[in-house]
Structure formats: structure tokens, C-alpha cells
């Protein structure tokens, strides 16, 4: 069984900093990408970043372009969040999210959620 596990979530000041990790487990023979996304309260959730190809593509909202990088380590299926410049707008739950190949084929895994709140 796959499994994705969100940890790094926290309060923090605006203009603070937190990294955000995303752990994959289970028997994953591929993995096509990984992403982060994020949902605020009333509100839908939304695509934070991605990174495919093996670690070498990113992309970013709008939103959050210059603020936040998105990076991965193949060797323990582990994608990673660098959240910096943080503003009370980017208070949200955020999900990892990752498009992989387990045991019974290709799937579309979701993390339990971490909670990030920024306060002003």
C-alpha cells in the first residue's frame, strides 16, 4: 500500500520561513510526479507546485512564484516545500499529492494534510 506523509506544518509570523516534507512509502516502483496543494477555509483547493521529470521541472502558482521552491529526493521518495516571505494569505491546509506506480499500477496518492497558518 502506498502511503503519502505530510509533516513540517506550523504557526509562524509573516515573513517567516517553514519547509514542509512529503514522504512516500509502500512498494512504488515509479514515480511521474509529485505536487503540493493547499485549501484555505471556503475556499477550493488549489495547486501550489509540482515537480516532475525526475526532480528537474518545477512549477509554480502565480501566487507563490519567488516565494516558494519545490524539491525532491529520489533516493527516499521524498518531495520537499521551502515556503519563505510568508504572508497570512498562504494560511491553509496544504496536501501533498503524487502520481505514482504501486503494486496494482498507476494512482493518484493524497497526504492526510498539515496545517500551516501564518499570522500578521
Known amino acids: 500500500q502506498v502511503q503519502l506523509v505530510e509533516s513540517g506544518g506550523g504557526l509562524v509570523q509573516a515573513g517567516g520561513s517553514l519547509r514542509l516534507s512529503c514522504a512516500a512509502s509502500?512498494?512504488?516502483?515509479?514515480?511521474?510526479?509529485m505536487a503540493w496543494y493547499r485549501q484555505a477555509p471556503g475556499k477550493q483547493r488549489e495547486l501550489v507546485a509540482t515537480?516532475?521529470?525526475?526532480?528537474?521541472?518545477?512549477n509554480y502558482a502565480d501566487s507563490v512564484k519567488g516565494r516558494f521552491t519545490i524539491s525532491g529526493d529520489n533516493a527516499k521518495n521524498t518531495v520537499y516545500l521551502q515556503m519563505n516571505s510568508l504572508k497570512p494569505e498562504d494560511t491553509a491546509v496544504y496536501y501533498c499529492?503524487?502520481?505514482?506506480?504501486?503494486?496494482?499500477?498507476?494512482?493518484?496518492?493524497w497526504g492526510q494534510g498539515t496545517q500551516v497558518t501564518v499570522s500578521s
Open positions: 499529492n503524487g502520481a505514482l506506480r504501486g503494486p496494482t499500477g498507476w494512482g493518484n496518492y
Open positions: 509502500g512498494r512504488i516502483f515509479s514515480i511521474n510526479s
Open positions: 515537480i516532475t521529470n525526475g526532480g528537474t521541472i518545477a
